[in-house]
């Protein structure tokens, strides 16, 4: 099994930034993919950015430019660099990793005003 924590979320203005942490206990030496995942009220859940144990990066369209994924295997940490945040990245943000089940945090709320 994996356990997955998430910090990092919180309030900030349009154009400001934040960075979410997940860390990652457990299984962490089976895991080869780790993925940000959000979901805004009434919507369905997206995925964000995903990065490989060799360091190959993608990201959906909404956030190529202003988001940066990072992945501390020393420390199994996730890192999720948002900056130029937009109200419509408002949302609850979730760690994910696929290993046989899919394993989820609990997610950290994420706000942008406008």
């Known amino acids: 099994q994996v356990q997955l924590v998430e910090s990092g979320g919180g309030l900030v203005q349009s154009g400001g930034s934040l960075r979410l942490s997940c860390v990652a206990s457990g299984r962490v030496f089976d895991i080869y993919v780790m993925d940000w995942y959000r979901q805004a009220p009434g919507k369905q859940r997206e995925l964000v950015a995903r990065i490989t144990n060799g360091g190959i990066t993608t990201y959906v369209d909404s956030v190529k430019g202003r988001f940066a994924i990072s992945w501390d295997r020393a420390k199994m940490t996730m890192y999720l660099q948002m900056n130029s945040l937009k109200p419509e990245d408002t949302a609850v943000y979730y760690c994910?990793?696929?290993?046989?089940?899919?394993?989820w945090g609990q997610g950290t709320q994420v706000t942008v005003s406008s």
């Open positions: 994910h990793v696929p290993l046989g089940s899919a394993y």
